[in-house]
């Protein structure tokens, strides 16, 4: 198994600019989600999924859309991108609400908005 | 979820045991207790989780205090692979909060040789 898989590693886009992070997992996971790092500080989730067809909202979610067509795929969008959105982004799947559940992280993405 | 308080950072010996507390007092009967590290960058990484009981895995040991307000994980023997952030979550672990975990900023390890 690949695990979850975020594309592409680093990412310069200029002020206005939209684009898709990518992210995928193989492990047939039902709960995906996005986070973001700031430099310094702790994770903060942005969009999540249980299913697909079914997203929601996160703590910090404006100024990005999410979509589940399929249970492998979770792409990030960034509709018109800030300089307050440079950030490390990380997407991650757990399998199940129940007890033993745990999240598998991808090894991020790296954007920064000029 | 409820909001765990750690020290923004701890230095550890190598081969020594590292014990690095989380102080949840606001925790609620049906929240676990999650431990997840963070090695230079690179994606979260689980460790161990634990609801009212010790556990215990390959990579760690986790001690819940029996008013549950408090853990401690704790790594028996060090290496200066460990040195990462730690960060200590609880969340309920129910479909509606999978995938919904909220880090504070952890705790930085650091082990000295």
């Known amino acids: 198994n690949a695990g979850v898989t975020q594309t592409p590693k680093f990412q310069v886009l200029k002020t206005g600019q939209s684009m898709t992070l990518q992210c995928a997992q193989d492990?047939?996971?039902?709960?995906m989600s996005w986070y973001r790092q700031d430099p310094g500080m702790g994770l903060r989730l942005i969009h999540y999924?249980?299913?697909?067809?079914?997203?929601d909202q996160g703590e910090v979610p404006n100024g990005y859309n999410v979509s589940r067509s399929t249970t492998e795929d979770f792409p990030l969008r960034l509709l018109s991108a800030a300089p307050s959105q440079t950030s490390v982004y990380f997407c991650?799947?757990?399998?199940?609400?129940?007890?033993?559940?745990?999240?598998?992280f991808g090894p991020g993405t790296r954007l920064t908005v000029l | 979820d409820a909001k765990t308080t750690q020290p923004p950072s701890m230095d550890c010996a190598e081969g020594r045991a590292a014990n690095l507390p989380c102080n949840h007092s606001?925790?609620?009967?049906?929240?676990?207790v999650y431990w997840y590290r963070q090695i230079h960058s690179q994606g979260p990484q689980y460790i161990i989780h634990?609801?009212?009981n010790n556990e215990t895995n390959e990579m760690a040991s986790l001690i819940i205090t029996e008013d549950r307000k408090s853990s401690t994980l704790i790594l028996p023997h060090a290496t200066l692979r460990d040195t990462a952030v730690y960060y200590c979550?609880?969340?309920?672990?129910?479909?509606?909060?999978?995938?919904?975990?909220?880090f504070g900023d952890g705790t930085t390890l650091t082990v000295k040789p």
């Open positions: 991650a799947s757990s399998s199940t609400g129940g007890p033993g559940d745990t999240q598998y």
């Open positions: 492990m047939n996971h039902e709960y």
């Open positions: 999924s249980v299913g697909a067809g079914i997203t």
């Open positions: 606001t925790i609620s009967g049906n929240e676990y």
């Open positions: 634990g609801l009212k």
């Open positions: 979550i609880v969340r309920e672990n129910d479909n509606t909060n999978a995938g919904k975990s909220t």
